[in-house]
């Protein structure tokens, strides 16, 4: 019996350090306060960038305290943890009170709180409080949804009330943040976040997961058929976009383009446009492409646009000979500099020696050769390969209804609240002391202003002589 | 004559409408004050006016877009928001003082805008990751929840001086209306900021998941826009505690609105997605 009486009082303390206000307001301070750390350190980096970064001492102490990644980390998910079961707590604590606020049925009315009130009106009206009572009732009732009239120790009094049900928003927005931080839970439990890099005319069913960077096989084969990307006139990227074809098995079930900001979205797993890049190439990967040159006369000053292809003889303008393009080099050593892609390139020309000749493309590069002609490389047909993010999170759904019930919850407890009103009619000899009286949950300055004009409009009423 | 030349102009008109106010509060006259509401409305005007000119002449030029892109066409349209809220406010509870400490705020947000000489002010047409309709969505109800949030932190400042003041000596401070009006003022702004922040930060993150793929990804911008959730979250609770009203919470608010200004500026110090918005 007597330990009973020790645990129950346990828990009732428990209970009781939960339920404050206090708590709540120290723990969004402590969360506000500790994530500055992760927008200050970069989340998430190798190991050896950060002892690079921040030495062997504050590697070590931060790494000690999760810093590299916080919001992860067993202090900040405790915060989280002791904020939920603060919310569930004060929320359960104050529930039954305010249940029973809501369905009392009939509503419960003390008018000696109305008459406390520092802010009520007052008037005297030149009719007896049954003549006013009869024409005040209509008016009330059709201003609130609720009226009804009782006999007080002093008069009559007429109570009413509406929007008794906006004490459960507050409820509302709490059930909003639990379906957050549950939904962000069940979705890093049970979801996924990987990346692949797929190139052009292949395909894969093998993903590699950030986080861990282990490999992931998924349960059906994605295949990138071609990627694209096109600019603006200034050079910034305008879209990317890849074809993609989702298999199952080697049978095609669904072909569509993804772009950045539309994503395909199959079995539960979306795939998004993430990077992109170019294929490393050689001289036989590139045979036969399409390749678009620019020669620049020297003579004449005259520039030639010619199509070429990857491996294939074509004419120099002005009768300077042939010209092929033979190899392709994905980091050229000029001269002992390291100068990236370039075409290889020779000259036939109708007398003499072929020469060799290097292409950088899209450059003016082989101007600074001197020879009888410039020539450059405008456009070359280049194979990509897609970036993709391929994530899961069956946490979504939660989270999203998480979202539109906290806009619900904002919009009743901040802008409408639960309002009383009592209008109390004292026989004071001929005539009647009218109190109009309201109080509110919420916005106590609109309710002032509302009783006042409540007030000001039945003291203009003049009840019709029977 | 273009849209940037307009809002340039439209700078030096809520100049005129905070020194109107700030006359009408200092001198205690009411002609100014009037005429300072009927300057700020022709500054909205122009404001307006000149976002819609400017989205217009990006259709011009061939890649259409709401004007919300980049940090030029979002101040902008912060000092359109300020503003407006301020307006209604001012019509709400027929108080003009409060305008010598609001529109000068829209005022700095314009003026940074148009003056600063490392301001990019050019159209140019949006990268793939912009190119959604939850930019619009996202962006509006962000600079709305700031411009609630800028007014708060007025209103804060006149709570502060007025509880300085505790003899009513300062004549300065005369017309200011009374503590607990302001008091329930501050409230008020913030409730309305804090709704349209977390209806922000909520189509930031579904607009992330449509295009990432994670709605949450903490990265500063969207950290930062939590700590300011998180801060103006203890303002709203810290009311429901005994010896919380008054004085503690005028500075509560006073340091959310700073959290709102490193969310919106200082986080581009800071690496992440969010780098655009520079």
């Known amino acids: 019996m007597e330990r009973e009486d020790i645990s129950s009082n346990y828990f009732e303390k428990l209970w009781k350090f939960f339920t404050s206000v206090r708590l709540t307001v120290v723990l969004l301070l402590s969360l506000a306060a500790t994530s500055v750390i992760g927008t200050v350190i970069p989340q998430n980096e190798s190991n050896s960038a950060y002892f690079q970064e921040y030495g062997e001492v504050l590697y070590r102490i931060f790494y000690g305290f999760g810093f590299f990644d916080m919001y992860h980390s067993w202090w900040f998910q405790a915060m989280l943890i002791i904020l939920t079961v603060n919310i569930v707590v004060c929320s359960l604590d104050r529930l039954s009170a305010t249940w029973k606020i809501i369905f009392s049925n009939p509503p419960k009315f003390n008018v000696s709180r109305f008459r406390k009130l520092s802010n009520k009106e007052e008037f005297t009206a030149d009719y007896s409080p049954e003549q006013l009572k009869d024409s005040y009732k209509p008016v009330i009732s059709k201003a609130f949804g609720y009226s009804r009239v009782e006999e007080t120790d002093e008069g009559v009094c007429i109570f009413a009330e509406k929007g008794r049900w906006t004490r459960l928003g507050v409820y509302i927005v709490h059930i909003s943040v639990i379906l957050l931080l549950v939904g962000g839970l069940f979705g890093s439990i049970f979801g996924f976040e990987g990346f692949v890099n797929i190139p052009e005319g292949s395909a894969t069913d093998h993903i590699r997961l950030r986080k861990t960077s282990q490999i992931k096989a998924l349960d059906f084969t994605i295949q990138c058929d071609k990627f694209n990307v096109s600019f603006y006139d200034s050079g910034a990227p305008r879209e990317y976009r890849s074809g993609l074809t989702i298999l199952e098995g080697d049978k095609p079930v669904l072909t569509r383009d993804i772009i950045v900001n539309d994503p395909l979205r199959y079995k539960g797993i979306n795939i998004f446009q993430s990077s992109y890049g170019t294929m490393p190439e050689n001289a036989d990967s590139m045979k036969g492409r399409a390749i678009t040159l620019s020669f620049t006369s020297n003579a004449t000053g005259m520039v030639y646009i010619k199509k070429a292809v990857f491996g294939k003889k074509t004419d120099l303008p002005e009768n300077m000979g042939k010209f092929i393009i033979k190899d392709f080099d994905n980091d050229y050593n000029f001269r002992g500099h390291k100068i990236g892609k370039v075409f290889i390139g020779t000259v036939l020309p109708t007398e003499g020696e072929p020469l060799d000749i290097v292409i950088p493309p899209f450059s003016n590069f082989d101007r600074m050769r001197g020879g009888d002609f410039a020539v450059s490389v405008t456009a070359y047909e280049q194979h990509y390969y897609t970036g993709l993010q391929i994530t899961k999170d069956p946490g979504v759904l939660i989270v999203y209804s998480g979202f539109i019930m906290m806009i619900i919850g904002f919009l009743i407890t901040f802008f409408m609240s639960h309002r009383r009103v009592c209008v109390e009619m004292t026989a004071a000899g001929e005539k009647t002391t009218v109190m109009v009286a309201g109080m509110a949950t919420k916005n106590k300055m609109g309710m002032e202003i509302r009783t006042k004009k409540l007030s000001q409009r039945l003291a203009g009423i003049h009840p019709s002589p029977y | ?278």
């Not at chain 2, 900021?193 to 922000?200: A, T, Y």
């Not at chain 2, 300011?228 to 810290?238: R, S, V």
Request: charged share 10%; with cysteine.
């Open chain 2, 1 to 278: 004559m273009n849209s940037s030349v307009l809002l340039s102009i439209v700078t030096f008109v809520y100049c005129l409408a905070a020194v109107l106010y700030i006359i009408a509060w200092v001198f205690k006259k009411k002609l100014p004050g009037k005429v300072a509401t009927g300057v700020t409305m022709i500054a909205v005007a122009g404001n307006l006016a000149g976002f819609i000119w400017r989205w217009s002449e990006s259709h011009k030029m061939g890649f259409g877009y709401v004007p919300l892109s980049n940090l030029y066409e979002s101040l902008v349209f912060f000092s359109l928001t300020i503003a407006v809220v301020y307006l209604v406010v001012e019509h709400t509870y027929k108080n003009r003082v409060i305008g010598a400490f609001a529109t000068p705020l829209a005022f700095l947000a314009m003026a940074y805008a148009s003056l600063s000489p490392n301001m990019n002010n050019q159209i140019r047409p949006l990268i793939p990751a912009l190119k959604s309709d939850w930019l619009t969505a996202h962006v509006i109800t962000c600079f709305l929840g700031y411009s609630g949030f800028a007014i708060a932190f007025g209103i804060s400042l006149m709570y502060l001086f007025k509880q300085r003041d505790t003899q009513g000596k300062s004549r300065l401070l005369l017309h200011f209306p009374e503590a607990n009006l302001l008091d329930e003022l501050t409230h008020q702004m913030i409730m309305f900021g804090f709704l349209f922040l977390s209806v922000g930060i909520i189509t930031g993150a579904v607009w992330a998941n449509s295009a990432w793929g994670t709605y949450w990804s903490w990265d500063p911008k969207e950290t930062w826009s939590l700590i300011t959730w998180f801060i103006y979250a203890t303002f709203l609770h810290a009311r429901l505690m005994r010896g919380w009203h008054g004085n503690r919470l005028a500075y509560l608010s006073v340091i959310g609105f700073a959290a709102v200004l490193f969310t919106y500026f200082g986080v581009n110090l800071l690496p992440g997605l969010h780098s655009y918005g520079k």
